[in-house]
């Protein structure tokens, strides 16, 4: 039995979140689907965060135990062979045995994605969230300024656990332009639920001079104050990459450069 | 009545093509609800270019005659009201009364996006053709420049009418990255029926090496060539722009600037 670490990406659109749920279809669900058809056996994978309903993911990283008698790279194809097309397997390595993507993980980094215009696009709003009036990206920046280091986000998202703790350290907070789109990195050891899409909507409305950047410190600086209630909507965000320590997952060559015969 | 041009933009994927069909969802179809909805009477809507099922449009162009009592933006923004999420009327403007969008086109140009990768990337897949290996930039355009100028695209794609002209003039043909795609830009005043998707599919033979760029010219100066059976997949097809003679379209400030109300 070996430990295989697996990155993940996947269109958040048809599915109901990342975590199994009985009666809807979920990431998970249609992954641990294609692992039983590898005679997988275990009851539950691992995964590094749980996406909400209509999040994507180009780095989602999962992990889960199996019997396999073949290459690394050829458990990623036949995997593949078994997800539906909008979920792939993009890399897979062998992990130490103990191995956790959640509790492991050094840090995760996510992106939102906003489009300004006024009208409709949909060639471009599957990926996107579109704002009018444009926020201003000078006022984004310095609002994604002050969100950068140690911070109590109560105000901007609740602990995995009841009464957990509200404190987090952003280690990246920046806006750039790709495109036609506004982007919104974020890098965090973890994050609260639904603090990233909260802290973009609350920025747009700093960008089209709704609010101030002041009360954006204000929230970070007097814990206790009130629960931000809006939120950017799903279609805009991606996990794009979670990173852990060395020596917690093989370093070697990632199996998918080996594999110029896949298609 | 007055004569209105409208550019459409939609995302084709869950569309049996632009043209109306009795038993299928086309995006003709769709339009012409929404524009029923408007009090429109007419029997069919003036188009551009007929696209195939699952190519996509950023530019298509229709016309229609409506007796409408508003303004031109408030036009735009009830038929965008009356639109399903995947189609977008984008801009409109007043044109005269003759007007045909696809008889007076001057030119049209047609964008196809490639995405080199050994793995399924679900969330580029759905705008572009995942190709590998990946080709060489410099072939595909050394293949492209072959293309412009004025030749007998017989063996690239069958005449509108049985028996028509197979000649047609390439104003331009590039390739370019964008980002981690490759994209085929193509400027035609017309073109005959798949042959973008032919001239793609055959550059990228070209490109990986499959097939030489001497092939691609005997089958430009020999008409009468068998025709090219594959064609580049729909996904990766957008029509992104027709243009006209000046004095067929008003081309005042396009109504969709001065709606900062919209969102």
Redo the contacts between chains.
């Keep these: 039995m070996v430990r295989y670490q697996v990155i993940l ?3 958040g659109t048809e599915y109901q979140g990342f975590q199994k749920q009985a009666m809807a279809r979920t990431v998970q669900g249609v992954v641990e689907e294609a692992l039983r058809k590898l005679s997988w056996g275990g009851t539950s994978l691992l995964a590094a965060g749980r996406t909400d309903a209509g999040v ?1 993911a ?1 780095g989602q990283v999962i992990a889960f135990d199996l019997e396999w008698r073949h290459s690394p790279a050829e458990l ?1 194809r036949a995997l ?1 062979a078994h ?1 539906p ?6 890399d897979i390595r062998i992990a130490s045995p103990g191995f956790h993507p959640r509790f492991d993980a050094a840090w995760r980094c996510y992106r939102y994605h906003i489009l300004c215009d ?6 471009k ?3 996107a969230w ?1 704002v ?2 444009s926020p201003d990206l000078a006022r984004l920046r310095a609002a994604a300024r002050r969100l950068t280091g140690r911070h109590d986000f109560m105000a901007f998202g609740s602990p995995p656990q009841l009464g957990g703790k509200t404190t987090r350290t952003i280690s990246r907070a920046e806006w750039f332009e ?2 036609p789109l506004l982007v919104f990195e974020i890098v965090s050891q973890a994050f609260l639920y639904h603090m990233v899409r909260r802290l973009v909507f609350f920025q747009v409305e700093i960008g089209q001079g709704r609010r101030q950047i002041d009360q954006l410190v204000e929230r970070l600086e007097a814990p206790g104050s009130e629960m931000v209630q809006d939120l950017a909507p799903a279609q805009g965000l ?1 996990l794009v990459e979670v990173r852990y320590a060395k020596g917690r997952v093989d370093e070697g060559r990632p199996a ?1 450069l080996d ?2 015969k ?2």
């Excluded at 097309?85 to 993009?90: E, L, Q």
């Design positions: 990406a996947y269109d994507h180009s990623l593949n997800l097309p909008d979920v792939a397997a993009r006024p009208l409709r696009s949909p060639l709003e599957r990926y579109r009018w009036p790709e495109g991606v998918n594999n110029s896949l298609k």
